[in-house]
């Protein structure tokens, strides 16, 4: 099941994504990340280990200007041990 906590799709110049893109890389560095929309928000306590998937597609429809998409996503089990293999 698949619940979404919070969702936002707006268009902004790239200079404001960059910022945006900025300082939600050091939120992450940090470990806490907190988004505000409005009325919502949502805190995220971000781990050391993460799943980094990096996805670029295109659309192409008769007709239509060729449509691009990057999607960068982060992906975590909550209370996952981080644990490597050892030696005994």
Same mark, same amino acid.
Request: hydrophobic share 40%; net charge negative; charged share 40%.
């Given at each position: ?5 919070? +969702?936002?799709?707006? +268009?902004? &110049?790239? /200079? ?5 893109? %900025? ?6 560095? /940090? ?13 995220? /306590?971000? &781990?050391?280990?993460? %799943? ?9 429809? &008769?007709?239509? &200007? ?17 644990? /490597?293999?050892?030696?005994?």
């Amino acid at each position: 099941m698949e619940n979404i906590i919070l +969702k936002s799709e707006e +268009k902004l &110049p790239r /200079s404001e994504i960059v910022n945006f893109l %900025t300082d939600m890389a050091q939120k992450i560095d /940090s470990g806490v990340v907190k988004l505000i929309k409005g009325e919502e928000s949502v805190e995220l /306590s971000i &781990p050391e280990l993460l %799943t980094l998937e990096i996805k670029v597609e295109e659309r192409i429809k &008769p007709n239509k &200007p060729r449509k691009m998409q990057l999607e960068i996503e982060l992906e975590w089990v909550e209370g996952e041990k981080e644990e /490597s293999i050892r030696l005994a």
